[in-house]
């Protein structure tokens, strides 16, 4: 899932979004609260309206930015009191009212609001969060059934989220939690938070055994292209990710080498800011070399073609080279920004075709 | 013409510009000369290709930027010294070199390397002014047509350019000396450049009836909407404006207010990050209020459909709120500097299709 933080995925329009053949896309509770409030999306019809997609939207329940961004947060039972880092304005979130908010958002993939700890954090914090987490969980379903007629969205879908940090025995107690409240997906927050990678593993390889075949699987959080091939291998069905909008604003661009993705180095990442490629005629939507040399000892540039999308996309990748680009970058020109969001998003796709085979 | 001064109309892509159905952009010779280079183009296989773009290219000579943008320039009669304000590296352009890279470029309209001066000046700087700028266009029309075999665009016009200020005697000095060398169209420069608008349409009324009426007028430098219609109705066919453009990026919307362009308040300019388009569910490609009350004592909105343009562009127009509009200005969203671009070059182009009835 791209992500619209704000009501736009960062450069792109939601037609944009369409023509890459995203079906769905992650926008957030918490930004969109502040700025521009959810009178202003209420009163334009909900969400889809107002930044004018006809896909999917999965909402963020606010839990995760609450505990990251906001400034002077007190956490009861109740919920989480907390101050704008805009304004300083003074806000609320509690399990009731992030639901509410996702329901006049008009979300499709409406998520739990959820107690997130840093890590590491010894045992007895991640045990309290997991735990309240649960007792949250209740209150959100609860809400969340409430608010169904009514709702813009009535077919909406409702995510719990396991945490529990790396300890196997919290995050079965906080999946057994949520199965036995019951929801039409299971999301795995509290990981992709510095750990190492390895531990992320190990965590997956314990907790998602235990977890419904037949309810998708939500990786909550950013993943490098082959560390996405080790989650997928594990079950999980879903990411949200932030590393191909935000790498595509510093240059660099995610471009397959070879096929096999069994093998970590199945792509690369190139600073197309680089001096090397000032004047290339390469064209942007390349997928770069394949890594093995052919006949006469050259390393070719393998084409790869959106298999999905509206066509005239492949337009934007296939009309402009990288050495266009780099010019963009080096003059500082919007476009620069948006081309390589393109090439990154169109990437993450593609990825995603592949593994679905 | 949108003005993709280094390659690319500020936040649009080559693909954007043919959707919103302009048929010619301008470029610059001064700034594409400093960067990319003109071999990174040349190498690309021209300018078109460089920048993805299958309409026609203009290009200015570079007169115009070495005269405002250079430091330390030196004026002889064989051209301009001057160092490059990014690196302060040393370059020459002269009437040939100038054509030179204009060709190397592939542009589809060659402009002559002519003398700028500000105005006001004394009226012998002018005239001198005018008198190296006939003599240059002699060399310029020398010069084109020796490169025209072996260019990539053999078809490529040439445009000489009228100064004098707001001499008339000197306007007609200028075109005469022009007119006697003989080229594909005349541009009228050095106008826009400050003076007060009456005096820029006493020296067209003056200056326009003795140019031949089946070469293109071109008058160069930006123009309000209600100017252009004066500057239209004096026999004017061209213009370069860097106005919609630069104003969106401030969030300055042009819009129709009424059908009759003969009233100087067909239109108006609204700013977008106003607080009173927060949370408006109007439309972006709405043209504003009619100016007059209906029956119901209401101002209706008229809504305007681009008559040319790819379809799928008008989508973009139609689909995105006022109120998603000030959001993404209030966030800083590059997609609303881009939709904001889009808004007015579709009115400027669509003012021109009004124009030509």
Request: aromatic residues 8%; proline residues 4%; glycine residues 10%.
């Given at each position: 899932?791209?992500?619209?933080t704000?009501?736009?995925v960062?450069?792109?329009s939601?037609?944009?979004i369409?023509?890459l053949?995203?079906?769905v896309v992650?926008?957030?509770?918490y930004?969109?609260?502040l700025?521009?409030?959810v009178?202003?999306i209420r009163?334009?019809?909900?969400?889809h309206?107002?930044?004018?997609?006809?896909?999917?939207?999965?909402?963020d329940?606010?839990?995760?930015?609450?505990?990251?961004?906001?400034?002077?947060?007190?956490?009861t039972?109740?919920?989480?009191?907390f101050?704008?880092?805009?304004?300083?304005?003074?806000?609320?979130l509690t399990?009731?009212?992030?639901?509410?908010?996702?329901r006049?958002l008009g979300?499709?993939?409406?998520?739990?609001?959820?107690?997130?700890?840093a890590?590491?954090?010894d045992?007895?914090?991640?045990?309290?969060?997991?735990?309240r987490?649960?007792?949250?969980?209740?209150?959100?379903?609860?809400?969340?059934?409430?608010?169904?007629?009514?709702?813009?969205?009535?077919?909406?879908?409702?995510?719990?989220?396991?945490?529990?940090?790396?300890?196997?025995?919290l995050?079965?107690?906080?999946?057994e939690?949520l199965?036995?409240?019951?929801?039409?997906?299971?999301?795995i927050?509290g990981l992709?938070?510095?750990?190492?990678?390895e531990?992320?593993?190990?965590?997956?390889?314990?907790?998602v055994?235990?977890?419904?075949?037949?309810?998708p699987?939500?990786?909550?959080?950013?993943?490098?292209?082959?560390?996405?091939?080790e989650?997928v291998?594990?079950?999980?069905?879903m990411?949200?990710?932030?590393?191909?909008?935000r790498?595509?604003?510093?240059g660099?661009?995610?471009r397959?080498?070879h096929?096999?993705?069994?093998?970590?180095?199945?792509y690369?990442?190139?600073?197309v800011?680089n001096a090397?490629?000032?004047g290339?005629?390469?064209k942007?939507?390349?997928?770069g070399?394949?890594?093995?040399?052919?006949?006469?000892g050259h390393?070719?540039?393998?084409?790869?073609v959106l298999?999905?999308?509206?066509?005239?996309?492949?337009?934007e990748?296939?009309?402009?080279?990288?050495?266009?680009?780099?010019?963009?970058?080096?003059t500082?020109?919007?476009?620069g920004?948006?081309?390589?969001?393109?090439?990154?998003?169109s990437?993450?796709?593609?990825?995603?075709?592949?593994?679905?085979g």
């Amino acid at each position: 899932m791209p992500i619209a933080t704000k009501g736009a995925v960062k450069t792109l329009s939601s037609l944009d979004i369409e023509r890459l053949g995203s079906p769905v896309v992650l926008s957030n509770t918490y930004h969109l609260m502040l700025r521009p409030g959810v009178e202003v999306i209420r009163n334009a019809g909900g969400l889809h309206r107002f930044m004018g997609w006809n896909g999917a939207i999965l909402t963020d329940s606010g839990g995760y930015q609450v505990f990251s961004l906001a400034d002077r947060r007190t956490v009861t039972e109740d919920g989480v009191l907390f101050a704008s880092p805009i304004d300083g304005s003074k806000h609320i979130l509690t399990p009731e009212l992030s639901i509410e908010i996702q329901r006049a958002l008009g979300s499709d993939i409406v998520m739990c609001f959820d107690e997130v700890v840093a890590l590491p954090s010894d045992r007895e914090t991640v045990a309290s969060a997991v735990d309240r987490t649960t007792r949250w969980a209740v209150r959100c379903k609860e809400t969340f059934e409430k608010t169904r007629s009514g709702s813009i969205n009535p077919g909406a879908l409702l995510f719990g989220i396991i945490q529990g940090g790396t300890d196997d025995e919290l995050r079965r107690r906080s999946a057994e939690g949520l199965l036995k409240i019951g929801f039409d997906g299971y999301a795995i927050g509290g990981l992709s938070v510095g750990e190492p990678f390895e531990d992320a593993l190990i965590t997956l390889d314990a907790l998602v055994p235990s977890l419904p075949t037949d309810k998708p699987r939500y990786f909550m959080g950013g993943a490098q292209p082959h560390q996405i091939v080790e989650y997928v291998k594990r079950g999980i069905d879903m990411f949200d990710c932030v590393l191909p909008t935000r790498n595509a604003r510093h240059g660099h661009l995610y471009r397959f080498v070879h096929d096999d993705l069994s093998q970590s180095d199945f792509y690369e990442v190139v600073n197309v800011t680089n001096a090397k490629w000032k004047g290339s005629t390469e064209k942007i939507g390349t997928t770069g070399r394949t890594g093995r040399q052919d006949g006469q000892g050259h390393d070719p540039v393998v084409p790869y073609v959106l298999s999905s999308g509206r066509p005239d996309f492949n337009e934007e990748l296939s009309r402009f080279s990288m050495g266009y680009l780099h010019h963009l970058f080096d003059t500082e020109e919007m476009l620069g920004y948006r081309l390589a969001t393109v090439v990154n998003v169109s990437f993450y796709l593609e990825l995603f075709r592949r593994l679905r085979g």
